[in-house]
């Protein structure tokens, strides 16, 4: 549940077939004429073998991994983040794709191959805007950390969150691409960083690919089901109870146990007075479920605070149990 997710992938000749063994050894040739080692240090790493001490070139080392490590299950095995080695026709290697967006995660090496060519990274600054209601979209991000925070406002100027993502999807959530203008606001209300893609690009490269429009429907399902649950959570559950819902969603979608976050942001999300937000704050430290202080809330007991927020926040597209299971997909197969 949010942890980090990483696969590598295979290299592709042009014709299609793998030969690691001589790909590598041609590799580890370039590199000692490189490095200029003496020959008796060149001769220890020609043929590697189980256990042996990796060569301190990390392109190197990625490429010898299939003869060290040749059982697949232990090749695909997930460790912290994505890192996907893409190849050109000729097996020549380029740079890595990294990544921790579980949409992305999801795309197969050929939709990463053409999908990453029109990402941009970016840094995403706390109250950093990916939409603004009554405007068009623009760009569409995808979070690799930090959380962004989807707010409706009635017309007295009153607001509330309505849903919020992390990089658990892509945000703002595509509804359809020819609207005109955005509903609703969305917001960072957890710095981070991420990728971002043109609208116009992203419509063009989901028009070739039909799967991937498969796969951001599942991720629309999803969010919408968290806001049918949110709403009914603010119409049947106590402010505390909300709270603790609210502070499990943000933990799932961050590194650590603490979150930036102010009692008047609480309360603006919540849609409620910011002294209800501290009175249930105080619900919460008192039962030593979380620490409190200064715009920055700690998770002490995960444990007792999902059973604290008990059906509020086990809940489809609420809890983080919830999204899809990366462990059965094939995040590297090569058509």
């Given at each position: 549940m949010g942890s980090s997710r990483l696969a590598s992938s295979y290299i592709s000749t042009s014709d299609g077939d793998f030969s690691a063994s001589a790909f590598a050894y041609k590799v580890t040739i370039e590199h000692r004429r490189d490095v200029k080692e003496p020959m008796q240090?060149?001769?220890?790493?020609?043929?590697?073998?189980?256990?042996?001490?990796?060569?301190?070139n990390g392109l190197q080392w990625g490429l010898l991994r299939p003869i060290i490590r040749p059982s697949l299950a232990e090749f695909l095995a997930p460790t912290a983040g994505r890192r996907s080695a893409l190849a050109t026709q000729e097996g020549k290697?380029?740079?890595?794709?990294?990544?921790?967006?579980?949409?992305?995660?999801?795309?197969?090496?050929?939709?990463?191959l053409v999908f990453e060519r029109i990402l941009e990274p970016l840094a995403?600054?706390?109250?950093f805007e990916l939409a603004s209601i009554g405007l068009p979209v623009s760009h569409y991000y995808f979070l690799e950390s930090g959380i962004a925070s989807m707010v409706a406002t009635s017309p007295e100027?009153?607001?509330?969150?309505?849903?919020?993502?992390?990089?658990?999807g892509i945000s703002p959530p595509v509804l359809t691409m020819e609207a005109e203008k955005f509903s609703f606001d969305v917001m960072m209300q957890v710095g981070g960083a991420g990728r971002r893609v043109e609208a116009r690009a992203l419509a063009g490269f989901l028009s070739d690919q039909p799967a991937v429009r498969q796969l951001?429907?599942?991720?629309?399902?999803?969010?919408?089901?968290?806001?049918?649950?949110?709403?009914?959570?603010?119409?049947?559950?106590?402010?505390?109870?909300?709270?603790?819902?609210?502070?499990?969603?943000?933990?799932?979608?961050?590194?650590?146990?603490?979150?930036?976050?102010?009692?008047?942001?609480?309360?603006?999300?919540?849609?409620?007075?910011?002294?209800s937000v501290t009175e249930a704050l105080h619900i919460l430290e008192g039962e030593h479920f979380i620490y409190s202080h200064r715009g920055l809330v700690i998770v002490r007991n995960r444990t007792s605070l999902e059973a604290f927020a008990a059906d509020a926040y086990d809940a489809p597209g609420v809890s983080g149990r919830s999204w899809p299971d990366l462990g059965q997909l094939s995040l590297v197969a090569v058509q």
């Open positions: 240090a060149r001769q220890s790493d020609r043929y590697p073998v189980r256990g042996a001490r990796p060569p301190t290697v380029m740079r890595p794709f990294e990544s921790k967006n579980l949409f992305l995660l999801h795309l197969t090496t050929p939709q990463i995403l600054p706390r109250d100027g009153k607001k509330a969150e309505i849903g919020l993502v992390g990089r658990d951001l429907a599942r991720f629309l399902h999803g969010f919408f089901a968290q806001v049918a649950n949110t709403a009914l959570s603010n119409a049947v559950h106590k402010i505390d109870v909300r709270l603790a819902k609210w502070i499990l969603m943000c933990h799932d979608r961050i590194d650590g146990e603490e979150i930036a976050l102010t009692h008047e942001y609480m309360a603006t999300m919540l849609g409620v007075r910011r002294s």
